[in-house]
Every structure is written in C-alpha cells, then in structure tokens.
C-alpha cells in the first residue's frame, strides 16, 4: 500500500505467550522526548534482517500460485473474460523497508517530500517470491494489474521501477495510480469489467475491499473476522507492522494528533497482562 499524507510507523506489540488474563490497563505516558521514528525500529529492523519476514511473503505468494492454479484448472470457470490478477504495489511486490530505515537514521517521520524523493529513485526491490509469482502468472496468460495509491505523478518512476525489476505487465495499461480518491473500489471494479478477477494481493484491507475501512481497530479486525473465509483464497495478505490503515484507526481517523498524542494512542490499544497472581 502506499503511504498516508501525514506520518506512518510501528505500534509496539506485546505478545507473550500463555497468558492466564489480559485486561485493557491504562498506558504510561511516553516521554516528552517521544520520536515516532524510534518506534519503527523494530518493524523495519525485522522486515529487513529476519527469515521470517522473508517466509511469510514467500508462502503469501507460494498460496497465491496454488489458488491461480486451482481457479484455472477448475471446472466452470470464467472463460469469458481474460483471467488477471491485482496487486498493490508497496509492500505487496516492491519493498520499500529502505526508506523506512532511512526515516529512522534521520529520526523523520514521513513527508510526502521524502517519499516522492525514494520513489523517483526507482531502486525499491521485489518482495521475496513477488517476481517468481509475477512470471509463473504471466506464463499462464493472466494479466497483472497493479492497483496502487502512489499518486499519478509518480506513475513513470514507478513504472520504471517495476521494468527494472523485471515484472510482467509493467506498462500504463495495467497499472492504474491514485488520481483523486485513494479508494481502490472504482479501479477494481475497472479490471472486472474487462477480466475474470481471479485473487487480490495486498498487505492492507483497503487493497480488498472498502467494507474493511472502518473507524476503530476493533471495528476493522470484526470485518475481517466476518469474511475468514476470503483469506488465503480469493484476497493474500503480506505482512506490513511499520503503516498502513490499522494505525489510522488506533488515533480514531484524526492523523493530526501530535507525536506524543500517537505514542499514547498506540499504547493505549495494547492489552495488558494483569501480573502474576500475590499471595
């Protein structure tokens, strides 16, 4: 997915295993000193140097090859349109972790400026199995449409980017930027008309379908609850903790709160252990 106007980063997550209660508990205050870019250490740190990061997009796409497959080979399927599948671009088929350490050894929040700068550069690289996935499509004869929210202006760089790396499809015909509204609906349904859309690739909910924006991260996480079934079939999710949607429901829409405002917010959505049991 592409990046909001205003600045993106990383909620802290606590995770332990084998916990006995967890219970929302107020959040201690961050520091008058609160940089949201050292909050996106871990995240970026993670995408960049773990093998896990590496084997959840690799079996996003190794799924998504099985469902191509499976939909193509199945009886009564649409054969009267072409089949195509749609990819978001960011953190979908091209990483852009680079920038995001680049934010954080700056200790900058993200700026359209900075982000239009990394995009002209045209050197993000593919995500693990994105190009492997891309081609074994391509070779079946399904098109690749590239729905993304980088803005029109942006459109020859990063088209120019996606031919460096080798991609099928990477052309104006099947890529299709954000002009005005950054929701995907109306481009989807623009392929749809054309093609038999066989799966969506993306690594937010938006990239799917506009019933998942919703205005609370518990609002977001019942709609994904209601449609289970959907994932891993028709719409593969790739891994993305450094931004996207589900930050802007942790400050209730409003992307104008402060630094130290978004740190509470964050730490205010965390479900805390209760503590071991005193005798």
Not at 255 to 266: N, V
């Amino acid at each position: 997915m592409s990046r909001s106007p205003l600045s993106l980063s990383l909620i802290s997550l606590a995770l332990a295993g084998g916990l006995t209660a967890c219970a929302q508990q107020p959040a201690q205050p961050p520091s008058q000193s609160t940089s949201l870019s050292d909050e996106l250490v871990m995240a970026t740190v993670w995408m960049q140097s773990s093998g896990e990061y590496a084997a959840l997009s690799h079996q996003a796409f190794n799924l998504a090859r099985m469902n191509l497959d499976r939909a193509l080979s199945a009886p009564g399927n649409d054969q009267q349109r072409p089949p195509a599948i749609i990819v978001d671009v960011d953190e979908t088929v091209l990483d852009n972790a680079a920038y995001e350490a680049w934010l954080i050894a700056n200790d900058e929040n993200y700026a359209s400026d900075s982000w239009h700068q990394w995009v002209e550069k045209a050197s993000a690289v593919p995500m693990p199995g994105a190009k492997a996935f891309l081609d074994y499509a391509a070779s079946r004869g399904v098109e690749v449409f590239y729905v993304t929210n980088r803005r029109e202006n942006e459109s020859d760089a990063t088209l120019r980017n996606l031919r460096q790396v080798g991609f099928p499809d990477a052309d104006s015909e099947h890529f299709l930027p954000r002009t005005d509204a950054s929701d995907k609906t109306p481009r989807r349904q623009r392929v749809a008309q054309s093609h038999w859309v066989v799966l969506l690739m993306g690594d937010n909910l938006g990239d799917f379908s506009a019933g998942f924006d919703r205005e609370t991260a518990a609002a977001r996480r019942a709609a994904v609850n209601a449609q289970a079934d959907a994932f891993g079939s028709r719409y593969i999710v790739l891994p993305n903790p450094a931004y996207g949607a589900w930050e802007e429901a942790l400050y209730g829409g409003d992307w104008s709160l402060s630094d130290e405002e978004k740190s509470r917010a964050r730490r205010n959505h965390l479900e805390v252990w209760g503590g071991a049991a005193t005798q």
